[in-house]
């Protein structure tokens, strides 16, 4: 029989129960999403619910945040002096900036937190969890940290000074060391080749250490003892040292030199032996007689240098550009200059033996700048760029030589053959070309003025 409707009972019955099945887990969902986009925190309260909550505008110095679930929460700058966080979850959490001062954060779960320049004076972080943590310039001082595990941790420029750490502190071998030397102060420190980038080193006692080859990139070293140390081929570059640094006079200098540009610098004699000098700026240096022997010169530019009489034997200068400088008289032996831009160097007198590493051409125009090139056989010779200024070619067979950009101004080539040499952009001025073979000669752009011609 139909209802008013017109629909059976059956009919009915089904379309119940299909509004029941599809429409209960709708409401279902619906009401999760409600929840835990917009009650969640309301109903539960914080704390214990403060995942993900913007907490720092709040005075929370001792408050009770045990066992809170604070992932992802934003606690930048607040003041949390002598709050207890024992057993919370701050995971992710951005703690940057904040005052943690005697705070309770015992087996607290800290793994990826921002804590870059936060104060954590006298903090217990006894078996916390700190992993990847980010504690850039985080002052620890007095912190008890046995047990924490900081594996993965940043600490660069983290003072780490009155901090407590026993064998089952989880520290990379890195900053184990820093807390070693701030914390276990010692004459004579043997750290040669040890990595110490942005450590902070604020007042340690590294004297007589040797620091020999060691990475002091970045490293806090205002008011160290410094005083006797070994730093040959140490890397000082953007270390921080100021007047109340104790460091030997010629270590200052290599500091000085390889973290600030200026140009024309008066080195004349300086002992710069094994001093790591990569990418510096020495542009336009006068370096006569300097002691640069062992000296990592990788990448320096010393462009217009004046390296007269320098002793650069065994120093490494891959890469480095001393075009239109000098090396005149300068010992070269055991010296690297295969990749060395060396373009319009004045290499005459330098001292060179198998023991240089230089490359043929280059070899080559140290021979003819030194030697001179008469009667010299010099056919298809690669000279691009070298400094002959000056040099008796009388007589000598450059016929196909490439000597484009060479600066030949004043050089004798009396009688030369230089039928098909490549001389555009050449130097000859007041050059002697008298009785020179210049057939199919390219000389396009070169510089003649004053030359006798043939």
């Excluded at 006692?205 to 070293?221: I, K, V």
């Excluded at 600030?260 to 790591?276: G, H, M, P």
Aim: net charge negative; glycine share 8%; with cysteine.
């Amino acid at each position: 029989m139909a209802n008013s409707d017109g629909l059976s009972p059956r009919v009915r019955a089904e379309r119940t129960y299909l509004a029941l099945v599809v429409g209960l887990p709708l409401l279902a969902i619906l009401a999760y999403f409600v929840f835990a986009f917009f009650l969640r925190d309301h109903i539960g309260g914080c704390p214990p619910a403060c995942r993900d909550q913007d907490l720092s505008a709040r005075a929370m110095a001792q408050a009770d945040f045990q066992g809170a679930d604070l992932r992802a929460a934003n606690l930048a700058r607040n003041n949390l002096t002598q709050t207890d966080f024992a057993n919370a979850d701050l995971s992710f959490a951005n703690l940057a900036g904040a005052d943690l001062t005697g705070a309770n954060l015992q087996n607290a779960n800290l793994t990826a937190a921002a804590l870059n320049d936060a104060l954590l004076h006298n903090a217990d972080l006894r078996n916390a969890i700190v992993r990847g943590a980010r504690l850039q310039d985080a002052d620890f001082a007095g912190a008890d940290l046995r047990g924490a595990d900081m594996g993965a941790a940043t600490l660069d420029g983290a003072n780490l000074r009155g901090t407590v750490i026993d064998d089952s502190t989880l520290l990379d071998p890195r900053w184990r060391l820093v807390w070693q030397i701030v914390n276990e102060p010692a004459n004579g420190r043997d750290l040669a080749g040890a990595d110490l980038r942005a450590a902070n080193l604020t007042a340690a006692n590294l004297n007589s250490a040797d620091l020999t080859e060691a990475d002091l990139r970045g490293a806090l070293l205002a008011g160290a003892d410094l005083a006797g140390a070994r730093l040959e081929l140490a890397r000082l570059q953007q270390a921080r040292i100021d007047d109340a640094t104790q460091i030997d006079p010629k270590w200052r200098l290599v500091w000085e030199i390889a973290n600030n540009v200026e140009a024309e610098r008066t080195l004349t004699s300086a002992d710069l032996s094994a001093a790591f000098l990569g990418s510096a700026y020495l542009r336009s240096a006068d370096l006569t007689g300097a002691n640069l022997g062992g000296a990592h010169l990788r990448d320096a530019d010393l462009r217009h240098a004046t390296l007269e009489g320098a002793d650069l034997r065994g120093a490494d200068l891959t890469n480095a550009s001393l075009q239109e400088g000098s090396l005149r008289d300068a010992d070269l032996r055991g010296a690297i200059l295969t990749q060395t831009d060396l373009r319009l160097v004045d290499l005459r007198g330098a001292v060179v033996d198998s023991t240089t590493q230089m490359a043929d051409y280059q070899r080559l125009a140290f021979d003819l700048a030194t030697n001179g090139g008469k009667d010299r056989d010099l056919s298809g010779a690669f000279l691009p760029w070298a400094d002959l200024a000056g040099v008796d070619f009388s007589g000598a067979t450059l016929a196909g030589a490439d000597l484009r950009n060479a600066n030949l101004a004043g050089a004798i080539l009396v009688n030369a053959d230089l039928r098909g040499a490549t001389l555009t952009e050449t130097d000859l001025r007041g050059a002697d070309l008298t009785g020179a073979q210049m057939d199919d000669a390219d000389l396009r752009d070169a510089q003649l003025d004053g030359a006798l011609l043939p």
